[in-house]
């Protein structure tokens, strides 16, 4: 049950901090095919899909592999030449009817599967060579939360056992062990993020906006705004924002940015800058050291989490930032939060 939480979606929240205090540090085995492989295939669909994008950057930055992210729900219908690799298929149910395709799809052609879930003894874990458990263990909200961590993490994990520098890995992983601690302290800050809340309620769209990793973590908190709140979230490569989407600012629509202090910092900031001067109501969410750098920038509002040790592990407080501030979104409009309208935990029609 969901014990004192008023939400499924609101207990798998705070299962987090735990989930990576569990199974952050525990070494993950990988088959000799994925170990060898020199060029890998990520695929999925909605929030796993987003998952698997954080791990391209994990995968291209640290392990130097050859990263090709797919769309599960596009992938086997465009006929795609496939060369031998290694397919990762992220799927928290492991019944996603597109992202088993396209692992058939991939058989098919030679390549060797992995099937990254949840869900034990899912039609995914028997269709492919090998399975690696996320262990959030059961997910019950439509809303995927700390599946979505999870999946993160072991992406993280592979990065890790694949990369050579062994001083960075080290690094990563005295972050992780910190990294339970820095989630748990955004749950003592959850007021300043139900104001935030409060005032994006009433808007008829929201914006959100990141740079390298950032970006995945920004389309998955415009997903999960949408389909918790029902107020359309647009994500975009903050890079972006000139070539488009600076037309949608004015001041009635709210812009989140998410601006980690990492090295993208500083032009996130000229983002921020442009969208104030067109009069946008700009969120903040960044760290310790970010903040002291954005001191006097006329924001709306600035939402701040601890510093984790390296730029790895932003992810982490920034999607689970971006889940609390949906959540309590949804529960001021008063929607049907553990089950969206139209929405289905597993879509297994294609
Ligand atoms: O079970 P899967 O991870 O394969 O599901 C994929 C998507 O349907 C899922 O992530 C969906 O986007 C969630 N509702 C997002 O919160």
Redesign the pocket.
Known sequence: GRGEFSHYMLKEMYEQPDIVLKEGTQTLDIPKELSKALHITLI????????AWGGKYYLEQLANRIVTLEL?SEFHYRNPVVQDGVTIA???????A??LKAIQYMEQHGQYTVGM???PHSS?SRQVHYEILTKAGPEI?????K??TA?LLCLLKISMNLMQDSVRKQKILKGLKQLPLDMQKIFFKVSQLQDIAQHLVHSKGIIFLGRGMSYPVAL?GA??MS??SYIPGQGFAAGELKHGPLALVDACTPVVVLAPMDQFFEKTVSNIYEVCAREGKVFVITDNAGAEQLAGVPVQDIFVYPSPTTWELHPFLSVLTLQLIAYYTALHKGCSIDQ?RN?????TVE
């Open positions: 999925g669909c909605g929030s796993a899909f987003y998952a599960a992220v799927s928290q149910s492991g019944e996603t597109d992202t879930v949840n869900v995914i909200g439509v809303a995927s939360t599946a979505f999946q998955e997903l999960k389909e918790l969206p929405l289905a935990k597993a879509v």
